[in-house]
Nanobody, 121 residues
Framework: QVQLVESGGGLVQPGGSLRLSCAASGSIFRINAMGWYRQAPGKQRELVATITSGGKTNYADSVEGRFTISRDNAKNTVYLQMNSLKPEDTAVYYC???????????????WGQGTQVTVSS
């Protein structure tokens, strides 16, 4: 199994910044793509940003230019730097990883428990 633990959420004023972290642990053989998703109250979970093991990134249009995803492969950790935050960014942010354990021959999708981000004055 692979465990994903997020940190860094909280309350921030509009225009402010937050940095989310997600550390993967467990019986990891390889982590492929990692990413961040979010779910606002009453809405479906949506993609925020993804990053491949080689560093190729992809962003939702709503966060392009404001958010930056990065990863440290040596630490099995992915980050999300969020700048110029807006009230509509308020959501629970979930870490996601496509990974293979040392006990498996195939990849599995894993999710973190989520961290709340609230943008409000």
């Amino acid at each position: 199994q692979v465990q994903l633990v997020e940190s860094g959420g909280g309350l921030v004023q509009p225009g402010g910044s937050l940095r989310l972290s997600c550390a993967a642990s467990g019986s990891i053989f390889r982590i492929n793509a990692m990413g961040w998703y979010r779910q606002a109250p009453g809405k479906q979970r949506e993609l925020v940003a993804t990053i491949t093991s080689g560093g190729k990134t992809n962003y939702a249009d709503s966060v392009e230019g404001r958010f930056t995803i990065s990863r440290d492969n040596a630490k099995n950790t992915v980050y999300l730097q969020m700048n110029s935050l807006k009230p509509e960014d308020t959501a629970v942010y979930y870490c996601n990883a496509d990974a293979r354990t040392i006990f498996s021959d195939y990849n599995t999708n894993y999710w973190g428990q989520g961290t709340q981000v609230t943008v409000s004055s």
